[in-house]
């Protein structure tokens, strides 16, 4: 059984050099990802969204051209393990998810998946078995058109120097830079070091 290139055990060092541990939903994803690729036509430029910031998103970029870095994956905050690969013109792709009924022939899988189990009482090592044996086999498609608001990439646009920090932001964003009109995430602005 491979996944894309890579066999499951190839694919499983590539995860965890990048994400840290070989995560059992970056695992599936990759499975995920490969079906969705397997369900792309030859030669079509495509881009990814994903319906979840866990896991998912690492399998994606790690099988695909797609990144956060470079525009071509969109996450969105849906809470579904869920992933499109669509034209990146006209917006005609593949949905692929976890099936809520499909999984239930895995009872590891499932325990993992709806967090039946708290993660020291999980059995790795079985869970991981269990999906290298169902594969893509947990998973349901479904063609799908992304609409057309999301297929517009957003341009950068031209750059300022915000007069507040002193740092570079679009310049479409206003007079300052939108941390300085509230939007950082600190609660503090620490010292040069």
């Known amino acids: 059984m491979k996944i894309g290139r890579y066999s499951v055990e190839e694919f499983a060092e590539l995860v965890r050099s990048f994400h840290g541990n070989a995560a059992p939903g970056v695992i599936l994803g990759g499975f995920m990802v490969d079906a969705a690729l397997q369900r792309v036509p030859e030669g079509r430029l495509y881009d990814a969204m994903c319906e979840t910031y866990r ?98 990439k957003e341009e950068r646009g031209g750059m300022a120097t915000c007069p507040k920090c002193g740092e570079g932001y ?16 600190y609660s503090n602005t620490a010292s040069s070091v």
């Not at 809520?100 to 869970?127: F, G, H, M, T, V």
């Not at 679009?170 to 995430?185: K, N, V, Y």
């Open 170 to 185: 679009p310049s479409r964003d206003g007079s300052l830079c939108c941390a300085c009109q509230g939007e950082t995430p």
């Open 55 to 152: 896991c998912l998103p690492d399998a994606i970029q790690l099988l695909t051209p797609c990144t956060v870095g470079n525009g071509w994956l969109k996450v969105l905050n849906l809470g579904r393990f869920a992933l499109t690969l669509y034209d990146k013109f006209e917006g005609n792709g593949i949905r692929v998810f976890v099936d809520s009924e499909k999984i239930c022939a895995w009872p590891e899988i499932n325990d993992w998946y709806y967090k039946r189990k708290k993660k020291a009482e999980q059995d790795l090592e079985r869970l991981l078995e269990e999906i290298k044996a169902a594969g893509a086999g947990t998973c349901g498609f479904e063609s799908v058109q992304v609409k057309a608001g999301l297929l517009k």
